[in-house]
């Protein structure tokens, strides 16, 4: 299994990012994906969710409704966090994570710096 995390970069307040995760080593579609992020000296959080198939469900953490859309390609076996409106308390490593029971595996991360 592997997660290839792109797209992270400097950005200002107010911008838009677009970040995808390359994944490989297992069928893609029928598998839920995760986004998560951490900033320096905070605990691991989880940003937004896509159910497996079509992905017709999908979760975020209050703070990123309305901003964050997180979407999948099944057939590029990709999954994307469109991150509009970004505020300074954005920036962090985003990480796409996978749990194929009994494993949990995880992107390299992508650095997203949110300047004001």
């Known amino acids: 299994v592997q997660l290839q995390a792109s797209g992270g970069g400097l950005v200002q307040t107010g911008g838009s990012l677009r970040l995808s995760c390359a994944a490989s080593g297992f069928t893609f579609s029928i598998y839920r994906m995760d986004w998560y992020r951490q900033a320096p000296e905070t605990e691991r959080e989880m940003v937004a969710s896509i159910s497996s198939g079509s992905g017709g469900t999908t979760n975020y953490r209050d703070s990123v409704k309305g901003r964050f859309t997180i979407s999948r390609d099944n057939a590029k076996n990709t999954v994307y966090l469109q991150m509009n409106a970004l505020k300074t308390e954005d920036t962090a490593v985003y990480y796409c994570?996978?749990?194929?029971?009994?494993?949990?595996?995880w992107g390299q991360g992508t650095q997203v710096t949110v300047s004001s």
């Open positions: 994570k996978v749990s194929i029971s009994p494993y949990i595996y």
